[in-house]
């Protein structure tokens, strides 16, 4: 078969045998070219309105950090109202909101259980714990509850007794949680 000839079929067999099967060379059907042209259209297009439209399409990933960002600002609006207004009185007043109480002895469960113990005695069944009792009238750096959030944030005084500064491992929001618990042991 001349080489002519293959041009003129529109189906040839190439001169090609292998293992007795005989190699058709076809066109590639009109669908498939189809397909594949407007997949190249669909690419330029796609490809404009993605890097280089002026209206910046957000993937996934910029979408869910934007996301993240106004939750964090919302946050962080929020925490600053509340520390704004942060007094003694508004202190006391967190420590007869359940929500905060509850959310403040689940910070004290895990951080300040082993020194200061579950009932805040500074004892576990009989035996007395490093920490210093938290629900006595008794205060070795003031009892008013900003006092108490300070010695919490700042630790003691005296870095060898053993209290450290807590401000490293817990937000000031989660600290006056914290004392709203305690405080919650010293209802007048
Ligand atoms: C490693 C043991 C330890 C842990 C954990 C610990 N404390 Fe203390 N805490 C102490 C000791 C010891 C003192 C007494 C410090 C001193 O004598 O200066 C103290 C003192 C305090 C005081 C001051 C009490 C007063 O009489 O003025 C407060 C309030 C307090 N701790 C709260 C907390 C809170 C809240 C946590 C958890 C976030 C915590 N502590 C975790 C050991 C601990």
Known sequence: MSQSDDSKNKIVIREHVFDGIEEYDQNLPNWWLFTFYIMIVYFIFAWVAYYQSPFHIQNDHEHLDSQLAAIEEKKNKELESMMATLNDDSLREMSLDAAHVAAGKAIFDTKCVACHGADLSATMSGLKLPGVPLNDAEW?????????????????????????????????????????????????
């Open 140 to 188: 070795l750096y003031g009892g008013e509850p900003l006092n108490i959030m300070g010695t919490i944030t700042n630790g003691s005084p005296d870095v060898t007794k053993g209290m450290i500064a807590w401000k490293s491992q817990l937000g000031p929001a989660e600290i006056a949680q914290v004392v709203a618990y305690i405080l919650s042991y010293h209802k007048t």
